[in-house]
Protein backbone atom coordinates (compact mmCIF):
# COMPACT_ATOMS: atom_id res chain seq x y z
CA UNK A 1 0.00 0.00 0.00
CA UNK A 2 1.24 3.24 -0.76
CA UNK A 3 2.28 5.17 1.82
CA UNK A 4 2.58 9.31 1.71
CA UNK A 5 4.35 10.81 4.64
CA UNK A 6 2.02 13.90 5.02
CA UNK A 7 4.57 17.06 6.80
CA UNK A 8 2.34 19.77 7.81
CA UNK A 9 4.49 22.82 8.86
CA UNK A 10 2.17 23.95 11.59
CA UNK A 11 2.39 27.51 12.54
CA UNK A 12 0.27 27.63 15.15
CA UNK A 13 -0.56 31.09 14.51
CA UNK A 14 -3.68 32.20 17.13
CA UNK A 15 -6.77 31.78 14.28
CA UNK A 16 -10.52 32.78 15.19
CA UNK A 17 -13.25 31.19 13.66
CA UNK A 18 -16.53 33.09 13.91
CA UNK A 19 -20.09 30.92 13.64
CA UNK A 20 -23.12 32.60 11.31
CA UNK A 21 -26.90 32.36 12.03
CA UNK A 22 -29.07 31.17 9.41
CA UNK A 23 -32.38 32.37 9.78
CA UNK A 24 -35.94 30.30 8.20
CA UNK A 25 -36.06 33.16 5.62
CA UNK A 26 -32.74 32.89 4.66
CA UNK A 27 -32.45 29.19 4.13
CA UNK A 28 -35.67 29.65 1.47
CA UNK A 29 -33.73 32.87 -0.50
CA UNK A 30 -30.94 32.35 -2.60
CA UNK A 31 -28.14 34.34 -0.34
CA UNK A 32 -26.03 37.14 -2.50
CA UNK A 33 -22.77 35.72 -3.79
CA UNK A 34 -19.74 37.20 -1.79
CA UNK A 35 -18.14 39.32 -4.24
CA UNK A 36 -14.44 38.16 -5.25
CA UNK A 37 -11.84 41.22 -4.20
CA UNK A 38 -10.80 43.17 -8.03
CA UNK A 39 -7.90 41.84 -9.60
CA UNK A 40 -5.14 43.66 -10.74
CA UNK A 41 -3.95 43.90 -13.73
CA UNK A 42 -0.53 41.57 -14.50
CA UNK A 43 2.51 43.76 -13.37
CA UNK A 44 4.61 43.80 -16.73
CA UNK A 45 7.79 42.08 -16.74
CA UNK A 46 9.63 43.15 -19.52
CA UNK A 47 12.50 40.46 -19.96
CA UNK A 48 12.56 37.79 -22.37
CA UNK A 49 13.40 33.89 -21.92
CA UNK A 50 16.49 32.73 -23.07
CA UNK A 51 17.38 30.48 -25.66
CA UNK A 52 19.60 27.79 -25.28
CA UNK A 53 21.94 26.50 -27.98
CA UNK A 54 24.30 23.86 -28.06
CA UNK A 55 24.16 20.25 -27.90
CA UNK A 56 22.67 18.38 -24.93
CA UNK A 57 24.39 15.56 -23.19
CA UNK A 58 21.66 14.51 -21.68
CA UNK A 59 18.30 15.39 -23.39
CA UNK A 60 19.42 14.33 -26.61
CA UNK A 61 15.72 14.33 -28.77
CA UNK A 62 13.59 15.59 -26.34
CA UNK A 63 11.59 18.30 -27.47
CA UNK A 64 9.80 21.00 -25.57
CA UNK A 65 8.46 22.93 -27.91
CA UNK A 66 4.40 23.57 -27.90
CA UNK A 67 4.43 21.98 -24.53
CA UNK A 68 1.69 23.22 -21.59
CA UNK A 69 2.76 22.52 -18.13
CA UNK A 70 0.47 23.23 -14.74
CA UNK A 71 2.10 25.58 -11.84
CA UNK A 72 0.56 25.15 -8.64
CA UNK A 73 1.01 28.35 -6.66
CA UNK A 74 0.51 29.57 -3.12
CA UNK A 75 0.22 33.26 -3.88
CA UNK A 76 -3.16 34.61 -3.21
CA UNK A 77 -4.08 38.09 -2.60
CA UNK A 78 -4.19 40.13 -5.56
CA UNK A 79 -1.31 42.02 -5.40
CA UNK A 80 1.01 39.01 -5.22
CA UNK A 81 -1.48 37.04 -8.31
CA UNK A 82 -0.61 40.26 -10.21
CA UNK A 83 3.77 39.54 -10.01
CA UNK A 84 3.13 36.08 -10.65
CA UNK A 85 0.44 36.40 -13.36
CA UNK A 86 2.75 39.24 -15.37
CA UNK A 87 5.99 37.07 -14.74
CA UNK A 88 4.46 33.77 -16.16
CA UNK A 89 3.27 36.40 -19.09
CA UNK A 90 6.41 37.18 -19.85
CA UNK A 91 7.93 33.53 -20.27
CA UNK A 92 4.68 32.04 -21.93
CA UNK A 93 4.82 35.47 -24.63
CA UNK A 94 9.10 35.83 -24.77
CA UNK A 95 10.44 31.30 -24.70
CA UNK A 96 11.17 30.96 -27.96
CA UNK A 97 9.70 27.32 -27.66
CA UNK A 98 6.31 28.00 -27.25
CA UNK A 99 6.04 26.35 -23.85
CA UNK A 100 2.66 27.56 -22.16
CA UNK A 101 2.67 27.83 -18.49
CA UNK A 102 -1.11 27.60 -16.85
CA UNK A 103 -0.23 28.84 -13.04
CA UNK A 104 -3.23 28.89 -10.42
CA UNK A 105 -3.23 29.79 -6.69
CA UNK A 106 -4.53 26.93 -4.75
CA UNK A 107 -4.47 28.43 -1.44
CA UNK A 108 -1.93 28.03 0.97
CA UNK A 109 0.94 25.27 1.27
CA UNK A 110 -1.02 22.84 3.39
CA UNK A 111 -3.84 23.66 0.80
CA UNK A 112 -1.11 22.84 -1.87
CA UNK A 113 -0.06 19.24 0.18
CA UNK A 114 -3.84 17.95 0.50
CA UNK A 115 -4.39 18.45 -3.17
CA UNK A 116 -0.97 17.07 -3.87
CA UNK A 117 -1.48 13.81 -1.42
CA UNK A 118 -4.67 13.64 -3.08
CA UNK A 119 -2.72 13.90 -6.77
CA UNK A 120 -0.71 11.41 -5.72
CA UNK A 121 -3.54 8.87 -5.27
CA UNK A 122 -5.41 9.60 -8.48
CA UNK A 123 -2.19 10.16 -10.54
CA UNK A 124 -3.39 13.57 -11.87
CA UNK A 125 -0.39 15.49 -11.19
CA UNK A 126 0.69 19.12 -11.80
CA UNK A 127 3.84 19.73 -13.22
CA UNK A 128 5.34 22.38 -10.92
CA UNK A 129 4.39 22.56 -7.06
CA UNK A 130 4.75 25.37 -4.73
CA UNK A 131 6.49 23.70 -1.27
CA UNK A 132 9.24 23.85 1.32
CA UNK A 133 12.10 21.36 1.12
CA UNK A 134 10.06 18.99 3.54
CA UNK A 135 7.51 18.69 0.92
CA UNK A 136 10.44 17.40 -1.57
CA UNK A 137 11.58 14.61 0.71
CA UNK A 138 8.09 13.58 1.93
CA UNK A 139 6.82 13.56 -2.39
CA UNK A 140 10.00 12.08 -2.98
CA UNK A 141 9.36 8.88 -1.30
CA UNK A 142 6.44 8.40 -3.53
CA UNK A 143 8.55 8.52 -6.52
CA UNK A 144 6.59 12.02 -8.07
CA UNK A 145 9.85 14.74 -7.73
CA UNK A 146 11.70 15.04 -10.30
CA UNK A 147 15.68 15.24 -9.58
CA UNK A 148 16.59 19.03 -11.04
CA UNK A 149 20.50 17.55 -11.00
CA UNK A 150 20.71 16.23 -14.76
CA UNK A 151 19.30 19.68 -15.94
CA UNK A 152 21.64 21.65 -13.55
CA UNK A 153 24.59 20.04 -15.10
CA UNK A 154 23.41 19.50 -19.09
CA UNK A 155 25.72 21.07 -21.29
CA UNK A 156 22.44 22.56 -23.33
CA UNK A 157 19.77 23.27 -20.99
CA UNK A 158 22.21 23.81 -17.62
CA UNK A 159 24.60 26.37 -16.19
CA UNK A 160 27.96 26.81 -17.60
CA UNK A 161 30.08 27.51 -14.67
CA UNK A 162 30.39 31.26 -15.28
CA UNK A 163 26.33 31.17 -15.20
CA UNK A 164 26.11 28.97 -12.19
CA UNK A 165 28.82 31.08 -9.96
CA UNK A 166 25.60 33.61 -10.12
CA UNK A 167 23.60 31.62 -7.82
CA UNK A 168 23.79 31.70 -4.38
CA UNK A 169 24.15 28.11 -3.97
CA UNK A 170 24.24 27.54 -0.07
CA UNK A 171 20.39 28.36 -0.83
CA UNK A 172 19.79 26.29 -3.28
CA UNK A 173 21.80 23.62 -1.54
CA UNK A 174 18.74 23.44 1.53
CA UNK A 175 17.18 21.69 -1.33
CA UNK A 176 19.51 18.70 -1.97
CA UNK A 177 18.90 15.78 0.42
CA UNK A 178 21.35 12.94 1.24
CA UNK A 179 21.91 11.36 -1.74
CA UNK A 180 22.93 14.98 -3.60
CA UNK A 181 19.63 14.94 -5.73
CA UNK A 182 18.24 18.42 -6.16
CA UNK A 183 14.64 18.38 -5.44
CA UNK A 184 13.42 21.65 -5.98
CA UNK A 185 14.23 25.32 -6.62
CA UNK A 186 14.00 28.09 -4.80
CA UNK A 187 12.32 31.15 -5.90
CA UNK A 188 11.71 33.08 -2.65
CA UNK A 189 13.90 33.85 -0.10
CA UNK A 190 12.99 35.62 3.35
CA UNK A 191 14.00 35.77 6.70
CA UNK A 192 13.26 36.04 10.35
CA UNK A 193 14.21 39.36 11.56
CA UNK A 194 13.89 41.47 14.47
CA UNK A 195 11.92 44.95 14.55
CA UNK A 196 13.16 47.56 16.83
CA UNK A 197 11.17 50.43 17.63
CA UNK A 198 14.40 52.51 18.08
CA UNK A 199 12.97 55.62 19.52
CA UNK A 200 10.97 54.15 22.65
CA UNK A 201 14.38 51.94 23.43
CA UNK A 202 16.03 54.64 23.34
CA UNK A 203 13.62 56.70 25.46
CA UNK A 204 14.53 53.51 28.03
CA UNK A 205 17.55 54.60 28.05
CA UNK A 206 19.65 52.48 25.54
CA UNK A 207 21.44 52.80 22.59
CA UNK A 208 19.83 51.08 20.22
CA UNK A 209 18.97 47.50 18.77
CA UNK A 210 20.28 45.26 21.28
CA UNK A 211 23.74 43.57 21.66
CA UNK A 212 23.41 40.62 23.18
CA UNK A 213 20.69 38.42 24.67
CA UNK A 214 21.28 39.72 27.87
CA UNK A 215 20.13 43.26 26.77
CA UNK A 216 17.44 41.98 25.10
CA UNK A 217 16.29 40.61 28.55
CA UNK A 218 17.16 43.97 29.90
CA UNK A 219 15.04 46.20 26.92
CA UNK A 220 11.77 43.86 27.45
CA UNK A 221 11.94 43.97 30.79
CA UNK A 222 12.42 48.22 30.69
CA UNK A 223 9.32 48.27 28.28
CA UNK A 224 6.94 46.01 29.91
CA UNK A 225 7.84 48.01 33.28
CA UNK A 226 7.21 51.34 31.82
CA UNK A 227 4.14 53.68 31.96
CA UNK A 228 4.73 54.74 27.75
CA UNK A 229 1.54 53.84 26.07
CA UNK A 230 0.88 53.27 22.08
CA UNK A 231 -1.75 53.57 19.49
CA UNK A 232 -5.14 54.70 21.31
CA UNK A 233 -3.61 54.42 24.62
CA UNK A 234 -2.41 50.90 24.85
CA UNK A 235 -0.19 50.08 27.19
CA UNK A 236 3.55 48.80 26.24
CA UNK A 237 3.87 45.50 26.83
CA UNK A 238 7.21 43.61 26.68
CA UNK A 239 8.06 40.63 23.95
CA UNK A 240 5.55 38.79 22.11
CA UNK A 241 7.06 35.53 22.31
CA UNK A 242 5.11 33.20 19.23
CA UNK A 243 5.08 29.61 20.11
CA UNK A 244 6.47 28.72 16.67
CA UNK A 245 9.33 26.60 15.97
CA UNK A 246 11.01 29.40 13.72
CA UNK A 247 11.42 32.30 16.60
CA UNK A 248 13.20 29.87 18.56
CA UNK A 249 15.43 28.58 16.10
CA UNK A 250 16.57 32.26 15.35
CA UNK A 251 17.29 32.67 18.69
CA UNK A 252 19.27 29.77 19.03
CA UNK A 253 21.17 30.05 15.69
CA UNK A 254 22.23 33.14 16.89
CA UNK A 255 24.00 32.38 19.93
CA UNK A 256 25.67 29.43 17.77
CA UNK A 257 23.87 26.63 17.96
CA UNK A 258 21.51 23.88 15.90
CA UNK A 259 18.74 21.60 16.52
CA UNK A 260 20.43 19.34 14.71
CA UNK A 261 23.42 17.46 16.47
CA UNK A 262 25.54 14.46 15.00
CA UNK A 263 22.13 13.04 13.03
CA UNK A 264 19.97 13.63 16.09
CA UNK A 265 17.46 16.25 16.80
CA UNK A 266 18.78 17.83 20.27
CA UNK A 267 17.03 20.14 22.92
CA UNK A 268 18.89 19.89 25.29
CA UNK A 269 22.17 21.59 24.19
CA UNK A 270 23.78 24.73 26.12
CA UNK A 271 22.08 27.30 23.86
CA UNK A 272 19.03 25.23 23.42
CA UNK A 273 18.93 25.52 27.50
CA UNK A 274 19.72 29.01 27.35
CA UNK A 275 16.85 30.16 25.12
CA UNK A 276 14.20 27.97 26.58
CA UNK A 277 15.01 29.49 30.24
CA UNK A 278 15.44 33.24 28.65
CA UNK A 279 11.64 32.89 27.32
CA UNK A 280 10.75 30.95 30.60
CA UNK A 281 12.22 33.88 32.99
CA UNK A 282 10.79 36.48 30.54
CA UNK A 283 7.42 35.51 30.70
CA UNK A 284 7.25 34.60 34.22
CA UNK A 285 8.64 37.74 35.18
CA UNK A 286 6.31 39.94 33.02
CA UNK A 287 8.86 40.93 30.55
CA UNK A 288 7.39 39.14 27.66
CA UNK A 289 3.69 37.87 26.48
CA UNK A 290 1.84 35.64 24.55
CA UNK A 291 -0.33 37.52 21.59
CA UNK A 292 -3.74 36.54 21.32
CA UNK A 293 -4.35 36.77 18.03
CA UNK A 294 -2.66 36.09 14.75
CA UNK A 295 0.33 38.10 13.65
CA UNK A 296 -0.27 39.81 17.00
CA UNK A 297 3.17 40.17 17.98
CA UNK A 298 3.94 42.68 14.64
CA UNK A 299 0.64 43.94 14.84
CA UNK A 300 1.61 44.90 18.25
CA UNK A 301 4.62 46.09 17.29
CA UNK A 302 3.43 48.65 14.58
CA UNK A 303 0.79 50.09 16.80
CA UNK A 304 3.71 50.80 18.99
CA UNK A 305 2.51 48.16 21.84
CA UNK A 306 6.07 46.65 22.81
CA UNK A 307 9.61 47.73 21.82
CA UNK A 308 10.68 44.32 19.38
CA UNK A 309 9.06 41.51 17.11
CA UNK A 310 10.25 38.88 15.63
CA UNK A 311 8.77 38.10 12.36
CA UNK A 312 9.16 37.55 8.13
CA UNK A 313 11.01 40.19 6.52
CA UNK A 314 8.57 39.76 3.62
CA UNK A 315 6.40 41.31 6.21
CA UNK A 316 8.18 44.29 6.53
CA UNK A 317 5.15 46.02 3.80
CA UNK A 318 2.33 45.13 6.46
CA UNK A 319 4.80 46.56 9.48
CA UNK A 320 4.36 49.76 7.33
CA UNK A 321 1.09 49.49 6.35
CA UNK A 322 0.21 48.85 9.81
CA UNK A 323 2.42 51.96 11.31
CA UNK A 324 0.19 54.29 9.52
CA UNK A 325 -3.06 53.06 9.55
CA UNK A 326 -2.44 53.43 13.37
CA UNK A 327 -1.43 56.69 13.18
CA UNK A 328 2.25 56.23 13.09
CA UNK A 329 2.77 56.23 16.62
CA UNK A 330 5.88 54.72 15.44
CA UNK A 331 8.17 57.22 14.81
CA UNK A 332 11.95 55.40 13.98
CA UNK A 333 12.44 51.79 14.17
CA UNK A 334 14.78 49.25 12.22
CA UNK A 335 14.89 45.84 11.24
CA UNK A 336 17.93 43.82 12.58
CA UNK A 337 18.96 39.87 13.73
CA UNK A 338 18.35 38.07 16.78
CA UNK A 339 21.29 39.10 19.00
CA UNK A 340 24.09 36.81 19.79
CA UNK A 341 25.00 36.02 23.34
CA UNK A 342 27.96 38.45 23.85
CA UNK A 343 28.89 41.85 21.71
CA UNK A 344 31.00 41.01 18.96
CA UNK A 345 29.79 37.41 18.13
CA UNK A 346 28.47 36.64 14.99
CA UNK A 347 25.18 36.83 14.73
CA UNK A 348 23.13 34.46 12.58
CA UNK A 349 20.08 35.27 10.15
CA UNK A 350 17.35 33.14 9.46
CA UNK A 351 16.28 31.92 6.13
CA UNK A 352 13.36 30.85 4.85
CA UNK A 353 13.69 28.88 1.29
CA UNK A 354 10.52 27.36 -0.20
CA UNK A 355 10.27 26.68 -3.88
CA UNK A 356 9.21 24.85 -6.55
CA UNK A 357 9.54 21.16 -7.42
CA UNK A 358 8.72 19.31 -10.94
CA UNK A 359 6.64 16.21 -10.56
CA UNK A 360 7.15 13.01 -12.98
CA UNK A 361 5.74 13.58 -16.21
CA UNK A 362 6.97 13.41 -19.36
CA UNK A 363 10.38 14.12 -20.56
CA UNK A 364 8.95 16.92 -22.37
CA UNK A 365 6.95 18.28 -19.86
CA UNK A 366 9.91 18.38 -17.39
CA UNK A 367 12.35 19.72 -19.59
CA UNK A 368 9.85 22.84 -20.10
CA UNK A 369 9.17 23.01 -16.10
CA UNK A 370 13.14 22.99 -15.88
CA UNK A 371 13.01 25.88 -18.76
CA UNK A 372 10.38 28.28 -16.43
CA UNK A 373 12.25 27.68 -13.62
CA UNK A 374 15.70 28.70 -15.25
CA UNK A 375 13.56 31.78 -15.79
CA UNK A 376 12.52 32.53 -12.82
CA UNK A 377 16.62 32.91 -12.16
CA UNK A 378 17.32 34.81 -14.52
CA UNK A 379 19.61 37.92 -13.14
CA UNK A 380 16.95 40.34 -14.37
CA UNK A 381 13.91 38.68 -13.69
CA UNK A 382 15.23 37.85 -10.35
CA UNK A 383 15.96 41.44 -9.63
CA UNK A 384 12.56 42.57 -10.42
CA UNK A 385 10.39 39.52 -9.13
CA UNK A 386 12.69 40.08 -5.57
CA UNK A 387 11.87 43.65 -5.72
CA UNK A 388 8.41 43.45 -6.55
CA UNK A 389 7.85 40.91 -3.81
CA UNK A 390 10.44 41.40 -0.88
CA UNK A 391 12.17 38.34 -1.55
CA UNK A 392 15.99 38.14 -1.87
CA UNK A 393 16.91 36.82 -4.98
CA UNK A 394 19.21 33.82 -6.02
CA UNK A 395 21.26 35.50 -8.11
CA UNK A 396 24.41 37.55 -6.88
CA UNK A 397 24.04 39.85 -9.47
CA UNK A 398 20.07 40.55 -8.54
CA UNK A 399 20.69 40.92 -5.30
CA UNK A 400 24.17 43.26 -5.73
CA UNK A 401 21.21 45.51 -8.26
CA UNK A 402 18.76 45.19 -5.79
CA UNK A 403 16.63 48.14 -5.24
CA UNK A 404 14.11 47.62 -2.79
CA UNK A 405 10.90 49.97 -2.06
CA UNK A 406 11.55 50.06 1.34
CA UNK A 407 14.95 51.17 3.03
CA UNK A 408 13.76 48.43 6.01
CA UNK A 409 14.13 45.68 3.37
CA UNK A 410 17.29 46.70 1.62
CA UNK A 411 19.14 46.95 5.49
CA UNK A 412 18.77 43.19 5.77
CA UNK A 413 19.59 43.06 1.94
CA UNK A 414 22.72 44.59 2.84
CA UNK A 415 23.59 42.87 5.74
CA UNK A 416 23.01 39.54 4.39
CA UNK A 417 25.34 40.16 1.24
CA UNK A 418 28.14 41.89 4.10
CA UNK A 419 29.27 38.51 5.28
CA UNK A 420 29.19 40.10 8.59
CA UNK A 421 26.38 37.61 9.51
CA UNK A 422 25.97 33.76 9.47
CA UNK A 423 23.11 32.18 7.30
CA UNK A 424 21.05 29.76 9.44
CA UNK A 425 18.48 27.39 7.37
CA UNK A 426 16.35 25.00 8.93
CA UNK A 427 18.00 21.08 9.06
CA UNK A 428 16.42 19.42 6.13
CA UNK A 429 14.67 16.61 7.49
CA UNK A 430 11.69 14.32 6.96
CA UNK A 431 10.43 14.53 10.75
CA UNK A 432 11.37 18.72 10.58
CA UNK A 433 7.44 19.14 10.34
CA UNK A 434 6.32 16.83 13.49
CA UNK A 435 9.33 18.82 15.20
CA UNK A 436 7.62 22.10 14.14
CA UNK A 437 4.48 20.89 16.46
CA UNK A 438 6.96 19.56 19.39
CA UNK A 439 8.98 22.85 19.63
CA UNK A 440 5.40 24.93 19.93
CA UNK A 441 4.25 22.78 22.17
CA UNK A 442 7.52 22.66 24.36
CA UNK A 443 7.49 26.78 23.89
CA UNK A 444 3.90 27.26 25.77
CA UNK A 445 5.24 24.35 28.46
CA UNK A 446 7.71 26.83 29.52
CA UNK A 447 6.04 30.05 29.21
CA UNK A 448 2.09 29.95 29.94
CA UNK A 449 2.22 26.43 31.45
CA UNK A 450 5.40 26.85 33.67
CA UNK A 451 6.74 23.77 33.24
CA UNK A 452 10.43 22.66 33.99
CA UNK A 453 12.81 23.98 31.22
CA UNK A 454 15.49 20.91 31.40
CA UNK A 455 12.13 18.56 31.96
CA UNK A 456 10.84 19.96 28.76
CA UNK A 457 13.61 20.13 26.67
CA UNK A 458 14.58 16.65 27.39
CA UNK A 459 10.92 15.50 26.46
CA UNK A 460 11.31 17.58 23.28
CA UNK A 461 14.35 16.01 22.11
CA UNK A 462 12.85 12.08 23.06
CA UNK A 463 9.74 12.76 20.97
CA UNK A 464 11.60 14.55 18.11
CA UNK A 465 14.11 12.05 17.58
CA UNK A 466 10.89 9.11 17.58
CA UNK A 467 9.85 11.67 14.98
CA UNK A 468 12.96 10.91 13.13
CA UNK A 469 13.15 7.49 13.79
CA UNK A 470 9.46 7.28 12.34
CA UNK A 471 10.37 9.20 8.93
CA UNK A 472 13.80 6.70 8.51
Known sequence: MRKV??????????LSAGAMGVSAQQATSTPEPTPSPTPLPPVTFTQAATEFTGESDTFAGVDPSGVTVTYWHQYNNPYQLSVISGLVNAFNATNPYGITVQASAQGNYNDIRSLVNNAIISGDLPNLVAGFPNDALSYALDDVVVDLSPYVADTKWGYSADAAADLNMPILSGWVNAEGQQLGWVNQVSANVLAVNTAMVKELGFSGAPKTLDEFKQVACAAAQSDLTGAEGGKVQGFPIVADASQFESFVASVGGSLFVDGQWNFTTEQSLAVLQLMAD???EGCAYIPQERFGNTNDFA?????MALGSSAGIPIIIGGIESAGSVVTEWEVTVTPPMAEGDTAALQLFTPGVMVFSGTPEEQLASWIFLRFFSQADVSQQWAEAMSFFPISLTAAANLQP????????????ASGTVSVYVSPQQLSYGAVRDILATGLADVTSNGMDVMEVAQRMTDDANQALADSQ
Open 405 to 416: ANPYFGAINTLL
Open 282 to 284: MYK
Open 303 to 307: RGLNP
Open 5 to 14: FLLVLILLLG
